[in-house]
């Protein structure tokens, strides 16, 4: 066993982390402060996902997101002892502080999804993310499985993580009671598929809990829970909602109002909306288009987002992983939801707030590394 770090966390990276070498980028997330600064992330590195050299990457905005930092924080694994990073998601738990999670995976030859340690969820955490300098803990273990969703605040107080996990039979997600500290591994229904679930779980006006998950067909799977302590989940079952096969997101409003982003396709990473529910995510009244993507060229998938304290929606996404190359950001209201349309004057869609160049920045460079990652992912299974 090696005694080095896990983790490369560079806290000063150099330019070779800059747009212009990115051969691709996607897969962003997106996190408020209390003071107003904004943090974007995303992964990128190597030629795809996975691939040996893929980091994640942290950016900022000083200006509401009319401009971004170069990266701030870059964190990459050691491939040399088989294991990548990939996957960051930024959280801001009740207590303001800014939780950085990403996962951890093997790419030992023959390392399969079965394997119940192939993937798991890691995180760091930043006490004062409105501090000039962020001061971060070490990269910890949390759990078995993958974390590709913010958690979620029950009104008990418990924290819930919908870290999935492909070596389980079951939709899995993780509780903690002693914020962040512990956490512990639980499961919902059975799953109806081997995929990305990337659940994500609301709770309902009447302390019920409700769950949305990914599924290879591209429609949204739910199963529900009649106490908190998720003791009674019902049989998963498939919804009418349509998903892309991707992820989406969930989450309540200040308003009481129930967000849903998701791709309204049932053939591609095209058409993303937002919609909103007030009836606790049982029916979808509105719908705002975001971004309607383009097939097969121009995916647009992976939403995240935040609500700010005076009701604006930020949300933040993927166009192209591999060809537009663009990392996309719309800022809207439940009044444009509501509306079908834009009509706060503040409101944007797809802003690009990042881009890497459509040509390599070296070709040659970029048709090698691509023969040797073809070469690389035939010898695990992910």
């Not at 964190?75 to 930024?90: F, H, M, T, V, W």
């Not at 919902?188 to 409700?210: N, P, Q, V």
């Amino acid at each position: 066993m090696s005694d080095k770090k896990p983790f490369i966390v560079d806290a000063e990276p150099k330019e070779a982390y800059r747009e212009r070498f990115r051969f691709w980028q996607g897969c962003p997330t997106i996190l408020r402060t209390p003071g107003g600064r904004l943090f974007a992330g995303w992964y990128s590195g190597g030629v795809g996902e996975p691939d040996p050299e893929n980091y994640n990457l942290l950016v900022r905005s000083e200006d509401e997101g009319m401009t971004w930092s170069p990266p701030e924080l870059v964190i990459s694994g050691r491939p040399e002892e088989d294991y990548i990073a990939i996957d960051i998601q930024l959280w801001l738990d009740p207590l303001d502080r800014m939780w950085l999670f990403f996962a951890k995976i093997s790419c030992a030859p023959g390392a399969k999804p079965a394997d119940p340690d192939h993937w798991t969820t890691w995180a760091m955490v930043c006490a004062d993310p409105d501090a000039e300098k962020l001061q971060w803990s070490e990269p910890r273990f949390l759990v078995t499985g993958f974390l590709r969703t913010q958690p979620t605040v029950l009104s008990d107080g418990t924290w819930v993580m919908c870290a999935y996990d492909r070596s389980s039979e079951y939709l899995c997600y993780a509780r903690s009671r002693d914020m962040g500290e512990t956490w512990e591994r639980c499961r919902a229904a059975k799953r109806l598929s081997d995929t990305f679930d990337e659940t994500m779980i609301l709770e309902r006006s009447d302390h019920t809990l409700l769950m949305f998950a990914r599924d290879e067909k591209p429609l949204l799977v739910r199963t529900e829970s009649a106490d908190l302590a998720g003791t009674s989940w019902k049989p998963a079952e498939y919804t009418f909602l349509l998903s892309g096969c991707s992820r989406f997101y969930l989450r309540r409003l200040k308003s009481g109002r129930v967000l849903l982003i998701r791709n309204d396709s049932s053939r591609a990473r095209t058409d993303l909306v937002a919609e909103l529910s007030e009836d606790d995510g049982e029916t979808w009244k509105y719908r705002l288009p975001l971004d309607p993507g383009s097939f097969p060229l121009r995916s647009v998938s992976y939403p995240d987002a935040v609500e700010t304290p005076d009701g604006r929606i930020l949300v933040i996404y993927d166009s192209g992983r591999r060809t537009f190359k663009e990392i996309r950001m719309a800022q809207i209201t439940e009044e444009d939801i509501m509306a079908g349309n834009i009509v706060d004057y503040s409101s944007y869609l797809a802003r690009i707030i990042s881009k890497a160049p459509g040509k390599p920045y070296d070709e040659e460079l970029f048709r090698r590394k691509t023969e040797e990652w073809q070469t690389w992912k035939k010898s695990l299974t992910v």
